[in-house]
Nanobody
Framework: QVQLVESGGGLVQAGGSLRLSCAAS????????MAWFRQAPGKEREFVAA????????YYADSVKGRFTISRDNAKNTVDLQMNNLSPDDAAVYYC???????????????????WGQGTQVTVSS
C-alpha cells in the first residue's frame, strides 16, 4: 500500500510560481514511476508531468513544457513540481500519482496509476 500526501498549493498571481510536493509512505519508492495530474472544475483529470523511477527521464504535457519541472528524491520519498509563470488556465486541484514499474516508459492514462493523493488546490488570480 502506498500513501501519497500533496502539499504546497495556494493562491498566486498570474506570472507567479509555486512548488508542489508529494510525500510517499512506502518502503520501495524507487519502484514507482510518479506523475502529477490536475483537475479543474467540470473537467476530467489531465496529465501534467511524469518522472521515471530513477528520476532520469521526465515527460511533460505540451501546455506546461518549459514552465513546470518535475523532480524526485528517492532518499526522501518525495516528488516535487516546480511551477513557474503560472496562468489562470493552470488553476486546478493537483494530484500526485504512483505507478508500480521499473520501466522508463510513461503513460498519461489516469487508470494506469495505482495510487493517488488527496490533491492540493492551486488558484491563480489574473
Amino acid at each position: 500500500q502506498v500513501q501519497l500526501v500533496e502539499s504546497g498549493g495556494g493562491l498566486v498571481q498570474a506570472g507567479g510560481s509555486l512548488r508542489l510536493s508529494c510525500a510517499a509512505s512506502v518502503r520501495t519508492f524507487s519502484s514507482y514511476a510518479m506523475a502529477w495530474f490536475r483537475q479543474a472544475p467540470g473537467k476530467e483529470r489531465e496529465f501534467v508531468a511524469a518522472i521515471s523511477w530513477s528520476g532520469g527521464t521526465t515527460y511533460y504535457a505540451d501546455s506546461v513544457k518549459g514552465r513546470f519541472t518535475i523532480s524526485r528524491d528517492n532518499a526522501k520519498n518525495t516528488v516535487d513540481l516546480q511551477m513557474n509563470n503560472l496562468s489562470p488556465d493552470d488553476a486546478a486541484v493537483y494530484y500526485c500519482g504512483a505507478r508500480y514499474t521499473r520501466s522508463d516508459s510513461y503513460t498519461r492514462l489516469v487508470r494506469e496509476y495505482n495510487y493517488w493523493g488527496q490533491g492540493t488546490q492551486v488558484t491563480v488570480s489574473s
